[in-house]
């Protein structure tokens, strides 16, 4: 994973934790969005 990503998801983690935890799904989804959108994942 690039070094912006990882920031991305720490940044994630610190700044919207209860949001992570009350709607794993749709972190997930914004997760796979990121990814999707740093050419990490091909579909």
């Known amino acids: 994973m690039s ?17 992570i935890y009350h709607n794993p799904s749709r972190s997930e989804l914004v997760t796979q969005a990121l990814l999707n959108n740093e050419g990490i994942l091909s579909n």
């Not at 991305?8 to 700044?15: A, C, F, K, R, V």
């Open 3 to 19: 070094h912006q990503l990882n920031n991305w998801l720490t940044e994630i983690g610190i700044t919207h934790q209860s949001k």
